[in-house]
């Protein structure tokens, strides 16, 4: 294995993925499907995913992970490549369902082998690599936004499956390996969050906030089909966001060292409140595009601040449960009742009402969030005194 193979496999992989994850909710609302279906179709997305993805890292770490991103490949490519020709809604659920099997352990599994080959490659970081896959994503959405206002948007699905299926040719695995790359996947212990208070109330906080971040992260492309936005405006907003990720990741690890988990958290959410108003109460195409900028704070930002802030409140040793954590809670959970909700509210009332509604959402889980880190500041502290080896210091 290569480092110039994972930037490929995360170059095709994102690329694959913005292609048709872009534009589905546009073709089926093309297709007549009602707000209330594409939430059910998108909430069953979601759904499955703290279920399927430590499945298959058990098999991953029995297998190794290439053989088994293999699989995975040649089976999604397949499913996608057929997705568009399901019209019927009961029969799109089981297929979406059956999709979900396959789709939901590319990410992680590819993550996963990133950072077991930079742990044996120095040259090489997960960020480095991860890199590639923003740039992927980046890259499909300017160039699908341009191509799919020219030909027919059922060509999605084509173009992705062959996206996926080339990635398969940079996962050759040798016939007498010398690595076998694990994922280390762990499942998420209910049992052992119903016993840590602090991780419990955080988690029941951090699906609130999936839920409230549902607009942006799953439907912002049907927010800018009601502003009668082109597809290659839909494009050009999604690569803005992707792009805008990128030096915040930097940025946000370097202020976590001098403000802590739990501010860079609190800005993140301050910006979703702003974010969110904006969009509900000024509904315009180049504001709209303007705001993706901020995704870099929304979701960058984010996601450093919840790695270093569970990390603190987990076992010294247990650093890959947060990932499923997060992958579970925020992504899994929080994003599927957010998208039923939101398919409903928009047969209601429309994306530009939902996004100020979900905006006060917002700024309420932003209260509650305040008043938990207030309120457990002791104690967390008195862990990081009881924990001195743990490396993860700094969480004020």
């Given at each position: 294995m290569?480092?110039t193979r994972i930037?490929?496999?995360?170059l095709l992989?994102?690329?694959?993925?913005?292609t048709w994850r872009?534009f589905?909710?546009?073709?089926l609302?093309?297709n007549n499907f009602?707000?209330?279906q594409?939430g059910?179709?998108n909430?069953?997305?979601q759904?499955?995913?703290?279920i399927i993805?430590?499945?298959w890292g058990?098999v991953?770490?029995?297998?190794?992970?290439?053989p088994?991103?293999?699989?995975v490949f040649?089976?999604?490519?397949?499913?996608?490549?057929f997705?568009?020709k399901i019209?019927?809604?009961?029969?799109?659920?089981?297929?979406?369902?059956?999709?979900?099997?396959?789709y939901h352990p590319?990410?992680p599994l590819?993550?996963?082998l990133a950072?077991?080959?930079s742990?044996?490659?120095d040259?090489?970081n997960?960020?480095k690599l991860?890199?590639?896959?923003?740039?992927g994503w980046a890259?499909?959405?300017?160039l699908?936004?341009?191509l799919?206002?020219?030909i027919?948007l059922d060509?999605?699905f084509?173009?992705s499956a062959?996206f996926?299926?080339?990635?398969?040719?940079?996962?050759k695995?040798?016939?007498?390996?010398?690595?076998?790359?694990k994922?280390h996947?762990q499942?998420?212990s209910?049992?052992?969050?119903?016993?840590?208070?602090l991780?419990?109330?955080?988690?029941?906080?951090l699906?609130?906030?999936?839920?409230a971040?549902?607009?942006?992260?799953?439907?912002?492309n049907?927010?800018?089909?009601?502003l009668?936005a082109?597809n290659?405006i839909?494009?050009?907003a999604?690569?803005i966001?992707a792009?805008s990720?990128?030096?915040f990741f930097?940025?946000?690890?370097?202020l976590m060292q001098k403000?802590?988990a739990?501010r860079?958290i609190?800005?993140?959410?301050?910006?979703m409140?702003?974010?969110?108003f904006l969009?509900?109460?000024?509904p315009?195409i180049?504001?709209?595009l303007?705001?993706g900028v901020?995704?870099g704070?929304?979701l960058?930002?984010?996601?450093v601040?919840?790695v270093?802030?569970?990390?603190r409140?987990?076992?010294?040793?247990q650093y890959?449960l947060t990932?499923?954590?997060i992958?579970?809670i925020?992504f899994?959970i929080?994003?599927?009742l957010?998208?039923l909700?939101i398919?409903?509210l928009?047969?209601?009332?429309g994306?530009?009402t939902v996004?100020?509604?979900?905006?006060?959402l917002t700024?309420?889980?932003?209260?509650a969030?305040?008043i938990?880190f207030y309120?457990?500041?002791?104690r967390?502290?008195?862990?990081g005194?009881?924990?001195?080896q743990?490396?993860?210091?700094?969480?004020?």
């Amino acid at each position: 294995m290569t480092g110039t193979r994972i930037k490929a496999i995360y170059l095709l992989l994102y690329m694959a993925y913005a292609t048709w994850r872009v534009f589905y909710n546009v073709f089926l609302e093309d297709n007549n499907f009602t707000g209330a279906q594409i939430g059910i179709i998108n909430a069953l997305f979601q759904s499955s995913i703290f279920i399927i993805v430590p499945l298959w890292g058990v098999v991953a770490d029995k297998q190794g992970i290439r053989p088994t991103l293999r699989l995975v490949f040649i089976a999604t490519a397949i499913l996608i490549f057929f997705l568009g020709k399901i019209q019927i809604f009961g029969f799109l659920v089981l297929y979406i369902l059956m999709l979900t099997i396959f789709y939901h352990p590319l990410g992680p599994l590819t993550d996963a082998l990133a950072v077991e080959f930079s742990r044996k490659d120095d040259l090489y970081n997960y960020g480095k690599l991860r890199f590639w896959g923003s740039l992927g994503w980046a890259l499909a959405s300017v160039l699908g936004g341009y191509l799919f206002i020219h030909i027919p948007l059922d060509y999605i699905f084509p173009v992705s499956a062959a996206f996926f299926i080339s990635a398969v040719f940079f996962l050759k695995v040798p016939l007498k390996r010398k690595v076998i790359y694990k994922s280390h996947i762990q499942p998420i212990s209910f049992r052992f969050i119903l016993r840590n208070k602090l991780l419990l109330i955080f988690i029941i906080i951090l699906t609130a906030y999936g839920i409230a971040c549902a607009p942006v992260n799953s439907f912002i492309n049907l927010y800018f089909t009601e502003l009668k936005a082109s597809n290659k405006i839909i494009g050009y907003a999604y690569a803005i966001q992707a792009f805008s990720e990128l030096p915040f990741f930097i940025i946000g690890e370097r202020l976590m060292q001098k403000l802590g988990a739990k501010r860079i958290i609190f800005i993140s959410l301050i910006v979703m409140v702003i974010r969110m108003f904006l969009y509900g109460f000024f509904p315009s195409i180049p504001l709209a595009l303007g705001l993706g900028v901020l995704q870099g704070i929304t979701l960058s930002f984010l996601l450093v601040g919840l790695v270093e802030y569970i990390h603190r409140l987990l076992p010294a040793g247990q650093y890959a449960l947060t990932q499923s954590i997060i992958w579970g809670i925020y992504f899994g959970i929080g994003q599927t009742l957010g998208s039923l909700v939101i398919g409903y509210l928009k047969d209601l009332t429309g994306m530009i009402t939902v996004m100020w509604v979900f905006g006060i959402l917002t700024c309420i889980i932003l209260i509650a969030t305040g008043i938990h880190f207030y309120l457990s500041s002791e104690r967390i502290k008195a862990a990081g005194d009881s924990r001195s080896q743990d490396p993860f210091k700094k969480i004020h």
